[in-house]
């Protein structure tokens, strides 16, 4: 995955091949905000705009801005989950939230539907 951060958000970018060009939509917020550029300096800058303009549009309409996810996950599992995923991670040589971040992510990756 391709991403770029800018004030708190990311964008997530993708190659269209066929108007090569480059792609971005800002991620983790219902409002739709896309972007394109055909160079990575140009993508750059594009996704600064759009992302003032949604700023600067939600605050002349009174629009409070969706805000990106914190990345702070608060979760209950039975003690013995959390006890083999301790061991997990320990094995590992990670911490806990290292090992669940990699483990929630390969999970996420198997769900995302193809791009083919």
Not at 8 to 16: L, Q
Not at 44 to 54: S, V
Request: with cysteine; proline share 3%.
């Amino acid at each position: 995955m391709n991403a770029m951060t800018y004030k708190g958000y990311m964008a997530r970018v993708e190659f269209d091949s066929d108007d090569e060009i480059f792609v971005g939509h800002i991620a983790g917020i219902r409002d739709r905000v896309g972007f394109h550029a055909d160079t990575v300096a140009d993508l750059k800058e594009a996704f600064y705009e759009a992302l003032d303009d949604y700023l600067d549009t939600c605050t002349k309409t009174g629009k409070t801005p969706q805000k990106p996810y914190s990345g702070k996950m608060m979760l209950r599992v039975s003690p013995d989950i959390h006890r083999k995923a301790a061991i997990a991670a320990e094995l590992a040589g990670k911490s806990l939230n290292q090992w669940s971040e990699e483990i929630i992510e390969k999970a996420v990756k198997r769900k995302e539907p193809s791009t083919a």
